[in-house]
């Protein structure tokens, strides 16, 4: 499997009797949820740390092959100076996100929309994102939300560290659809509560079909690119895709990813 896809958490009492079956316990709502999609973004690392013991839980009551991506804390990327986020980097990746082992997927650090490019001070930070901890490989995506970070300047500097760019979509963030590592992430956020599964058959069919020429080393048309569209960094021209169905209509963002997942097939 290259291409995960998937939702934003999995305890949201709106999917309890629409996603979830009725009378299911919450306790085995992420067995249940593993078990419909490929991948889920945690975002609750966002907000405040995680024992090592709950990742290590979270990873054996998912199936093999089951990847989740991992947001990082926002302690870590609010902040004034980010060449001074060492110290909580490491608090971050050695607090038990690599107990997931296989599982990992990549490191999403979140930035707000006020958080402007600049190119000494970001690449401080990109220089401090390790690169491997404790035996498991690191994959690292930055979700960027400001104009100023469109400029060939900041697509060559995450291509240099192979960290890959966020792509979200349906809303009013900048689109980078520049491919800088071995991997792709896409957050799409345009369900709709007219839709039975969030999205109009024909919008799963044209995802399907972009996130499948991105897995192949494109990226269409219809996704702006700051700088060369099909640029290959690796010699492969295959890469992972992970996509996440977040915000929109919430309540059928599972509906959504599962259709999605059954395009892909």
């Known amino acids: 499997m290259s291409i995960y896809i998937g939702i934003g958490g999995w305890n949201f009492e709106p999917w309890r009797g629409t996603f979830y079956p009725d009378g299911l316990s919450q306790k085995k709502e992420l067995d249940y949820a593993s078990r419909k999609l490929t991948s889920i973004e945690i975002n609750s690392t966002y907000y405040g740390a995680q024992k090592p013991e709950t990742f290590a839980k979270w990873r054996d009551e998912t199936p093999d092959g089951f990847v989740f991506c991992v947001k990082?804390?926002?302690?870590?990327?609010?902040?004034?100076?980010?060449?001074?986020?060492?110290?909580?980097?490491?608090?971050?990746?050695?607090?038990?996100?690599?107990?997931?082992?296989?599982?990992?997927?990549?490191?999403?650090?979140?930035?707000?929309?006020?958080?402007?490019?600049?190119?000494?001070?970001?690449?401080?930070?990109?220089?401090?994102?390790?690169?491997?901890?404790?035996?498991?490989?690191?994959?690292?995506?930055?979700?960027?939300?400001?104009?100023?970070?469109?400029t060939p300047e900041f697509i060559d500097m995450a291509r240099h560290y192979k960290v890959a760019v966020v792509n979200a979509f349906d809303e009013d963030f900048p689109q980078i659809g520049d491919q800088t590592a071995d991997f792709a992430y896409l957050r799409l956020l345009g369900t709709e509560e007219n839709e039975p599964v969030g999205y109009a058959q024909a919008a799963l069919d044209e995802w399907s079909g972009r996130l499948k020429a991105i897995e192949n080393g494109t990226v269409p048309d219809d996704i702006a690119c700051v700088g060369e569209r099909n640029r290959h960094e690796t010699g492969a021209k295959t890469r992972d895709v992970f996509a996440y169905v977040i915000s929109g209509d919430k309540v059928k963002n599972p509906h959504a990813a599962m259709a999605l997942i059954e395009k892909i097939k």
Do not use: C
């Not at 038990?96 to 997927?105: A, I, S, Y």
């Open 72 to 150: 990082g804390s926002r302690y870590t990327t609010n902040r004034r100076v980010l060449a001074e986020a060492g110290e909580s980097i490491e608090k971050f990746i050695t607090s038990g996100v690599t107990e997931l082992k296989d599982k990992l997927g990549p490191i999403n650090w979140q930035f707000m929309a006020t958080k402007k490019f600049d190119a000494e001070d970001f690449e401080a930070f990109l220089k401090l994102l390790p690169a491997s901890y404790d035996g498991v490989s690191l994959r690292h995506a930055v979700e960027v939300r400001s104009q100023t970070f469109q």
